[in-house]
């Protein structure tokens, strides 16, 4: 039973080397998901500033409309002009035509000042543009590289996956069913590799005796303290 357990300490680090791998795949697409929103986030100063652009385009119509409605309230006056009998009705009227083309003139001047501010916010659109373009490749480029090791990792999990098939033929098959009971149980962690006189799990000290029966005793050996199989490499007398 004991002279299997180099191999079934194989079998345990394969196990902790696919769940390494299974970590990565799952944590990869949260990644790049991120990325997405951050690069997208970015660009919102474009979305802002077209919102701008479309509001100074409503308000020019808005002071066209304007414009529209003095010049035909001052062609009224000119009709109402030609029935006038008295120079008084026609001097008045006079007066309401000047006063309004003195309103087209300000609303003009306005109109003049949203077209420039129009030209500043297009200006500022083309800007944003060209710098979201230079962020965005940048954030692409990372993505490609995140999908292009979340495939290496799919099919590196592929891989090991089938040397965890092979590495399970050659292990006892008691040992393979007492590994698989415990597996559920214990998180996936059976195997304690002993390097010292501690459990390398649970890091309690291991009772001498118990040390002792690890080198001595063909039996397999449970850890008091977290249940674990224990293993230690045990090197012959040249190696020492």
């Given at each position: 039973?004991?002279e299997?357990?180099?191999?079934?300490y194989?079998l345990?680090?394969k196990?902790?080397q696919l769940?390494?791998i299974?970590?990565?795949?799952?944590?990869?697409?949260?990644?790049i998901?991120?990325?997405e929103?951050?690069?997208?986030?970015?660009?919102?100063?474009?979305?802002?500033?077209k919102k701008?652009?479309?509001?100074?385009?409503?308000?020019?119509k808005?002071?066209e409309r304007?414009?529209?409605?003095i010049k035909?309230?001052?062609?009224?006056?000119?009709?109402q002009?030609?029935?006038v009998?008295?120079?008084k009705?026609?001097?008045?009227?006079s007066?309401?035509i000047?006063?309004?083309?003195?309103?087209?003139?300000?609303?003009?001047?306005?109109?003049?000042?949203?077209?420039?501010?129009?030209?500043e916010?297009?200006?500022?659109?083309?800007?944003?543009e060209?710098e979201?373009?230079?962020?965005?490749?940048?954030y692409?480029?990372?993505?490609?590289?995140?999908l292009a090791?979340l495939?290496?990792?799919?099919?590196k999990?592929?891989e090991?996956t089938?040397?965890?098939k092979?590495?399970?033929?050659?292990?006892?098959?008691?040992l393979?069913?007492?590994?698989?009971?415990?597996?559920?149980k214990?998180?996936?962690?059976v195997v304690?590799?002993?390097?010292?006189d501690?459990?390398?799990?649970c890091?309690i000290k291991?009772?001498?005796?118990?040390?002792?029966?690890?080198?001595l005793s063909?039996?397999?050996?449970?850890?008091?303290?977290?249940?674990?199989i224990?293993f230690?490499k045990?090197v012959?007398?040249?190696?020492?």
């Amino acid at each position: 039973m004991k002279e299997g357990l180099d191999v079934l300490y194989a079998l345990q680090l394969k196990d902790d080397q696919l769940k390494d791998i299974e970590a990565i795949i799952k944590e990869i697409p949260l990644k790049i998901k991120a990325l997405e929103d951050e690069r997208d986030s970015r660009s919102d100063v474009i979305e802002k500033a077209k919102k701008k652009l479309q509001h100074n385009g409503e308000e020019r119509k808005k002071l066209e409309r304007e414009i529209t409605v003095i010049k035909d309230k001052i062609a009224k006056y000119k009709e109402q002009m030609k029935k006038v009998t008295t120079n008084k009705e026609y001097q008045g009227f006079s007066n309401e035509i000047k006063f309004e083309e003195a309103n087209i003139i300000g609303v003009e001047e306005k109109i003049i000042e949203k077209m420039c501010e129009s030209d500043e916010i297009m200006g500022m659109i083309r800007a944003a543009e060209g710098e979201f373009k230079k962020i965005a490749d940048a954030y692409n480029q990372q993505i490609q590289d995140m999908l292009a090791n979340l495939d290496y990792h799919k099919n590196k999990l592929t891989e090991e996956t089938q040397s965890k098939k092979e590495l399970r033929a050659r292990v006892d098959p008691k040992l393979l069913k007492a590994y698989d009971n415990l597996f559920v149980k214990k998180a996936g962690k059976v195997v304690s590799y002993v390097q010292t006189d501690f459990c390398g799990v649970c890091n309690i000290k291991i009772r001498p005796q118990v040390l002792s029966e690890m080198i001595l005793s063909s039996d397999l050996l449970i850890c008091e303290s977290c249940g674990r199989i224990l293993f230690k490499k045990i090197v012959d007398e040249v190696e020492e």
